[in-house]
């Protein structure tokens, strides 16, 4: 086992909007996949290199939409900022402002997607 996360999932009500949003604030494309009765959008990961992955989801089995519980948190490298103004302009909103994590862990911080999903940033930067 190299990392304590498999896969991750963020539910959405409109797939087509969301991908468009994460694309804009990640700056990363994502692929459509069927899965199952439901429909996602995959985070661009290196599975090879043991990187995790995740998806956003839409259909009967992706989980509710979520403003409280578990946060996962985005890769927002190179730049947490740059990511968080993208995130404005994308129609989203920054939900916790940058916060310096100790030294060598970077920054993070929260966004609220179009669906009100809560969802944390980071950046070793």
Do not use: C
């Not at 494309?29 to 069927?34: F, H, L, N, Q, T």
Request: hydrophobic share 45%; net charge negative; charged share 15%.
């Amino acid at each position: 086992m190299n990392n304590a996360l498999s896969w991750f999932e963020i539910p959405t009500t409109q797939l087509d909007q969301a991908q468009a949003f994460y694309e804009a604030v990640l700056q990363r494309p994502m692929r459509r996949e069927a899965m199952g009765p439901s429909q996602g959008a995959v985070f661009a990961y290196d599975m090879a290199a043991g990187g995790v992955g995740g998806a956003l989801m839409m259909g009967p089995t992706a989980p509710a939409l979520a403003t409280g519980g578990t946060l996962v948190y985005l890769d927002a490298s190179p730049s947490l900022d740059a990511a968080l103004e993208r995130t404005l302009v994308a129609g989203g909103k920054v939900a916790l402002p940058r916060q310096a994590l100790p030294p060598g862990m970077g920054s993070f911080a929260h966004i609220t997607d179009l669906d009100g999903n809560r969802v944390g940033l980071h950046a070793l930067v």
